[in-house]
């Protein structure tokens, strides 16, 4: 399912519905480059491995760091979870040709679930709300499924939903893969059940995940956002790196000038998110 010729009620209807959108083209070839390069000068520093997950990714090159207020996604995760928001995670997977299905120190594979902590978030009927949205970003060709691709029960946030199996190599009723070229994107619901898909390909997958949440949330990746990450930001960085005011009941309750993401936001603060 393209989403790129949608208006953003369009875009924001079809999330609630499916919880998730795939977007095409968002980032230039150039772009692809320039972030496969830091990617390649990351890797370089690790272990050889068949697998790698990179947390807190931003902070190892500039040119992801980049992605954290990304125009084109943005405003769109701004009407879908609210504006007073902040980065939650930026995650980078990397999973090299496995046809043997090799368990891996970093699991080259991920089972059949929905994010969030231990104990998981509450259930209501047996359902999750949103806490957080991720988005992601397709660097390598996943035009074809099992290449690692992220595999997705396309409105399983909004029913009661328990998958009766959690092998990955089981298909699950009304399961997709999803496939994409280099420069899409991808979001999801942290409450969509999902799981990675083996790569039985001679693709390399490189997808990188950049997740919101609301600003009281704590984040996965750090504390505090780093001198190195906030020199020179802009308000909306800043923002978006947790840096609103020095009271922390700000969080809850911010006044307008601490949270610039509002100007982007269309609709009722009360109603428009899935949580603030």
């Excluded at 595999?151 to 939903?161: A, E, L, M, T, Y």
């Excluded at 919101?212 to 960085?237: C, F, H, M, N």
Aim: with cysteine.
């Amino acid at each position: 399912m393209s989403s790129s010729s949608l208006s953003m009620d369009q875009l924001t209807e079809q999330f609630q519905e499916q919880g998730y959108l795939l977007l095409r083209g968002v980032l230039s070839p150039e772009k692809v480059k320039r972030l496969n390069a830091a990617i390649d000068s990351i890797i370089a520093e690790e272990p050889e491995a068949l697998a790698y997950n990179i947390y807190n990714s931003v902070e190892r090159h500039e040119e992801i760091a980049s992605l954290i207020d990304e125009p084109t996604i943005l405003p769109l995760m701004v009407q879908l979870l609210g504006y007073n928001i902040q980065l939650h995670i930026s995650h980078l997977t990397i999973r090299k040709p496995n046809p043997n299905d090799e368990q891996t120190t970093s699991q080259s594979f991920i089972n059949w679930h929905q994010d969030g902590p231990h104990p998981q978030f509450p259930r209501i009927n047996g359902i999750t709300s949103t806490y957080y949205i991720k988005s992601c970003y397709i660097l390598s060709d996943m035009s074809q499924p099992d290449r690692g691709n992220t595999k997705i029960v396309p409105g399983s946030h909004n029913r009661p939903f328990q998958p009766d199996h959690h092998n990955v190599n089981d298909k699950l009723p009304g399961e997709i893969q999803i496939c994409g070229e280099p420069g899409d994107v991808f979001l999801f619901a942290q409450n969509l059940w999902h799981a990675g898909a083996p790569n039985r390909s001679s693709f390399t997958r490189r997808q990188l995940f950049l997740g919101y949440s609301p600003i009281w949330v704590r984040p996965i990746d750090y504390r505090t956002a780093s001198d190195k990450l906030l020199q020179g930001a802009s308000p909306e960085r800043k923002q978006l790196l947790g840096v609103i005011d020095d009271n922390p009941f700000k969080y809850y309750v911010p006044n307008d000038s601490m949270v610039p993401l509002k100007s982007y936001f269309k609709g009722d603060a009360g109603k428009g998110g899935y949580a603030h």
